[in-house]
């Protein structure tokens, strides 16, 4: 199924964050822009100067953009998604520069099924920066410019 970046984009939205209201799905969709605009490490190489969809695409990043998870399906991906105007509307709002404060400088997000956030996200390249919801967001460490 070919998706065009803003449908990819507003599908990853509903599938990583759609239970956590509109904030949360601002979060993640902040840090995905962040990533397509930092110009420092790896995800500066996987962008290219800007490429969302490199970013989204990248391998590894997302759960929710893998069809097969510890060698069984996974349901929950962004081709079993369909949006809504809600997810097409933050998507809108990322691309044209929106960004959610207190998550502004993030590059990475993780759930960790618990009530507090580690300090270091689980490659010491981010720093605990902000809980958004269930979703602790992380800033880039000086070994973040090593990847």
Not at 1 to 30: K, N, P, S, Y
Not at 69 to 97: F, K, R, S
């Amino acid at each position: 199924m070919a998706l065009d970046t803003r449908e990819l984009f507003a599908r990853l939205i509903q599938c990583e964050a759609g239970g956590e209201g509109t904030d949360g799905m601002q979060a993640v969709a902040t840090v995905i822009m962040n990533r397509a605009e930092i110009n420092t490490g790896e995800f500066a190489r996987v962008s290219n100067g800007g490429d969302v969809r490199a970013i989204i695409t990248q391998p590894g990043q997302f759960v929710c953009m893998r069809e097969t998870v510890g060698g069984q399906y996974n349901p929950q991906n962004v081709y079993n998604m369909t949006p809504t105007q809600e997810h097409y509307d933050i998507a809108d709002w990322a691309l044209a520069g929106g960004r959610l404060q207190g998550v502004d400088h993030s590059l990475f997000f993780f759930n960790p099924y618990s009530s507090t956030c580690p300090a270091y996200f689980p490659t010491r390249v981010g720093v605990i920066h902000n809980r958004v919801g269930d979703h602790c967001f992380y800033i880039p460490t000086e070994l973040y410019k090593e990847t």
